[in-house]
């Protein structure tokens, strides 16, 4: 049973587990505060806070005050990570895979920047095209989870992703890599993977796409 979040594996992932306990921290004793201050109010004739023997400027002063820094403490990491999510690993970004789901498979384009000079998607140019189908046939494994084509990528780099379709809306699901971005079609999603740890990590498109929905399984294998 988990408490909090799965163990992340990605750069992105390992953020968002820090800022959740963070979060947690400060909603524990907030919650603390108030459960305190209502129940010395039943103790205290005159409410709790007018036995500590303070001025009401004060108590103004510090009931807005303090909010305020909560606040801060919340928002100042939230808003590095929402940066960092979107445009965070776009300059270091060793290679671009763009997602195209279909109906009810994956298709991946893996590109690279270190190939050749030409200018698509922005100075990538093209390796190889895949598709990924749901494996019917594998005996081992995850029920529902594999495919016959995994995406491979490496460990220790930064990679740049694209999310798209060319018929419905799907939503590509990968909750150990902390990705979960909307395809759509007409338009791109961009998201970024920084992998730290080897391993086959399973996901699925969870957003309901038809009757082959729960045949659209997701695998990515980190590779040394």
């Not at 606040?71 to 929402?82: D, H, K």
């Not at 200018?119 to 019917?136: E, I, M, N, V």
């Amino acid at each position: 049973m988990y408490l909090g979040f799965k163990n992340f594996v990605s750069l992105v992932g390992l953020y968002l587990d820090v800022f959740h306990d963070n979060c947690l921290v400060v909603i524990v004793f907030v919650s603390v505060f108030v459960l305190v201050c209502v129940l010395g109010s039943f103790f205290f004739r005159g409410g709790f806070l007018l036995f500590l023997d303070v001025g009401e400027q004060v108590i103004e002063f510090w009931w807005t005050i303090f909010p305020g820094v909560i606040l801060f403490r919340l928002v100042a990491p939230s808003l590095y990570g929402l940066y960092y999510l979107d445009v965070g690993g776009e300059r270091v970004s060793k290679g671009l895979v763009v997602v195209v789901a279909k109906q009810w498979y994956w298709v991946f384009n893996v590109l690279s920047s270190e190939v050749c000079d030409v200018l698509d998607f922005g100075g990538f140019s093209q390796l190889f095209q895949f598709r990924s189908y749901y494996d019917f046939l594998l005996s081992d494994g995850f029920r529902y989870l594999e495919v016959d084509a995994s995406l491979f990528i490496l460990v220790g780099q930064v990679f740049r992703f694209l999310f798209s379709s060319t018929d419905v809306v799907h939503r590509y699901c990968v909750p150990e890599l902390a990705v979960k971005m909307d395809c759509v079609p007409g338009r791109y999603n961009q998201g970024f993977l920084f992998l730290h740890v080897p391993g086959k990590y399973y996901g699925r498109c969870v957003e309901i796409c038809g009757v082959g929905h729960s045949m659209m399984p997701v695998c990515v294998e980190g590779l040394v």
